[in-house]
């Protein structure tokens, strides 16, 4: 399926965003998602401050939210960022 304009952006700032969060993951830092989202605002538009989470172990806890409108395809969206999702952060986990 040939994704829209708009949806090529969408995936593009996203998978800057977690090209440079899985960089900042594997030097160590404790603010790898604010550190990530900094360089990635640099390169886009990416509105607001990060607000950074933690997860129950008191480790940083990447998030990020896709805002688009109805008939916008945000499944097809969070699909395609799965896939994003799988190829950088996650791409040593579990012997692959």
Do not use: H
């Amino acid at each position: 399926m040939q994704l829209k304009p708009s949806q090529e952006r969408v995936i593009k700032e996203a998978k800057l965003f977690l090209e440079a969060l899985a960089t900042e993951q594997a030097s160590g830092s404790q603010y790898a998602s604010m550190a990530a989202w900094d360089k990635a605002k640099t390169l886009f538009y990416l509105p607001g401050e990060y607000r950074p989470r933690k997860n129950g172990l008191g480790k940083d806890l990447p998030t990020f939210c896709i805002k688009v409108p109805t008939g916008g395809g945000k499944t097809l969206l969070a699909t395609q960022i799965l896939v994003l999702v799988y190829q950088t952060i996650l791409k040593n986990r579990n012997g692959s």
